[in-house]
């Protein structure tokens, strides 16, 4: 057996069709053609692509590819493939293996099945798929995988990949810009970084197909809290438990295999809960990547005879799991625009950076809290485990005050009395982590990135880097056209950083995001508190959002209103399904449960009082009043259920119609809950045959 450890460095990407590969058996000249379209993203020839193809295919079939698909990227969330052979009639009855550039470059998948927003009707079936030349291919189950955007017949963007491109493309427009005012002309290209943190649980799959609230919903619709979940914080870190370990370890090679740079693995605080962490890459490189992660963590746990979870809440009262993404921005030639930097010129580029950021994110706390906004996200953020649904950065003591020191013309002390000013700012002993960690904030600035921790465990990541990218873009754009016509660069990029820093400060906040004293603070600063996903998402198509998408062509206004449709559509059917399986549950399951067990008293007592006629009011009659009572109350409730889910059918508003599901549905199934969950604690575990929560989150024991 070949010990997987001694040979990471030969297995890892030896399934993608990458730089390596690529220049060993392409001719110079079209490996220069195609390194020069992925660094330009200029259009590549039909015959370059001819010879490309011919290449991928060879090493695909040497590797035991028989098929190939383009791989992209729907707005369902996940990825979509349609898989064709290899295999071409010769003429004499025979098959030979062919794969032609136009093959490669563009695919043909039907569109109207995606989900469109309106942008594609029914009978409208033409889409197309193109190929993402940045992205390496790979091969996934004997198929060799493209990496493809996704638009309709007529040009609009149907997936997650277009806009994330775009996005790319606006930040780097116009973060040269800026750099260009620096002096700095060395660089061709800035890209956006990612570093995704996943998290995830891990049950015994047997469990898992007991209850079609996991099944059907990913997450339980029903659970008391069990005596022991996670208040002994002995699962964090911990030793991971050996069936854990061997999914993780088939995880890491097959992940590894595909280049991906999967680096840190390790128990969180729930129970059954885990998470693995990559290496940054490029955002788009990043985003495919996450993708792979969530799809192999899925499939390789079933091998295991494990289910993966990867809703946001899947269990009440238990943490859930999100995906904090690490962005940061940097130049071809590997500068990294958040770092302070060792020279006061560099300082001032980091510092207006920085404030880029800054008032960016104060400009658009709407549009983030939309890029996190889904009905499986409401129930972690603002939980104890989460942010709040309430957008802020943190930026640490010790840079909070040098900015401070900026705004105001006053001393900064660090190893000295140093007067800030802009041009002669010296912050080359800024240490990186001058203050502890703060898990409460929705936006860290973690020494030379920032880490946005509001995205829920199944997200794409490509939805908050399209809106980080585009925001950061656009007030860039506004810095560069004030500094372009600037007479006096120095003082007056000094005043545009005072001048940001003062207007935008409000939204810096180092405190604890979970006290209930900071949404006080935060209504007195005027930041948003966008509660749930109805209240969030009409601010995707506020006039000033879609003027800046459009002004830096990342969506027209058809997309982002298709998007909106989109999102609100995802919302109602999510909780609709919620409401549907919860009321078979009861009605199947919970009902037959209670009945059981009351018959089942009944007739001890009946025994007892054969026995005993003197009896006036045993123990078992007490619980079989209490069940009584209970049970009454659950016929009323899930009838008020089964009656709003049945009556919001009838709204035609997408938006009217999620925030019925939200005030009407959604509440109605919160307190059906709070009966069944009570009836849990009661019933007969002889007669209760849906596995408790203690019995899920402890199933994997060995």
Known sequence: MVNINSNIPGIFGSMVFGDAVMKERLPKDIYKALKKTIANGTHLELDVANVVASAMKDWAIEKGATHFTHWFQPMTGITAEKHDSFIVPDGDGQAIMEFSGKALVKGEPDASSFPSGGLRTTFEARGYTAWDPTSYAFIKDNTLCIPTAFCSYSGEALDMKTPLLRSMQALNHQALRVLHLFGVTDAKRVVSSVGPEQEYFLIDKDVFLKRPDLMYCGRTLFGARPPKGQEMEDHYFGAIKHRVYEFMKELNEELWKLGVYAKTQHNEVAPAQHELAPIYRESNIATDHNQLVMELMKSIAAKHNLACLLHEKPFAGVNGSGKHINWSISTDKGINLLEPGDTPFENAQFLLFLVAVIKAVDDYQDLLRVSVASAGNDHRLGANEAPPAIVSIFLGDELTEI????????????????????????????????????????????????????????????????????????????????????????????????????????????????????????????????????????????????????????????????????????????????????????????????????????????????????????????????????????????????????????????????????????????????????????????????????????????
């Open 403 to 702: 900015l401070n020191a900026l705004e105001n013309d006053t001393l900064y002390e660090c190893k000295g009395k140093t007067l800030m000013e802009i041009g002669a700012t010296v912050l080359p002993h800024f240490p990186k982590d001058t203050t502890d960690r703060n898990r409460t904030s929705p936006f860290a600035f973690t020494g030379n990135k920032f880490e946005f921790r509001m995205l829920g465990s199944s997200f794409s990541i490509a939805g908050p880097i399209i809106i980080l990218n585009t925001i950061v873009a656009e007030v860039l754009r506004q810095f560069a056209d004030e500094l372009e016509k600037s007479n006096d660069f120095k003082s007056d990029l000094s005043k545009l950083i005072k001048r940001t820093i003062k207007q935008h400060k409000r939204i810096i906040f180092n405190g604890n995001g979970y006290d209930q004293s900071w949404v006080k603070e935060a209504e007195r600063r005027g930041l948003l508190n966008l509660k749930t996903t109805p209240e969030a998402l009409p601010a995707l198509i506020h006039p000033k959002n879609v003027e800046m998408f459009a002004r830096h062509r990342v969506f027209t206004e058809h997309e982002i209103h298709s998007r909106y449709d989109i999102l609100l559509e995802n919302y109602s059917k999510a909780i609709n399904i919620e409401a549907l399986t919860m009321i078979d549950m009861v009605n199947k399951q919970v009902i037959p449960a209670v009945l059981d067990y009351e018959n089942e008293l009944a007739e001890l007592i009946i025994r007892k009082r054969a026995i005993s006629p003197d009896i006036i009011a045993s123990p078992e009659e007490n619980l079989l009043n209490k069940i009584a009572r209970l049970s009454e109350c659950l016929e009323k409730r899930l009838e008020y259920l089964t009656e709003q889910t049945v009556a919001v059918r009838d709204i035609k508003d997408n938006l009217e119609l999620a925030k019925a599901y939200r005030e009407r549905v959604y509440m109605a199934m919160s307190e059906l809950r709070l009966v069944v969950d009570e009836l849990e604690l009661l019933i007969s575990s002889r007669h209760w045959k849906i596995p408790t929560y203690a019995e899920i989150l402890y199933s994997v024991n060995e």
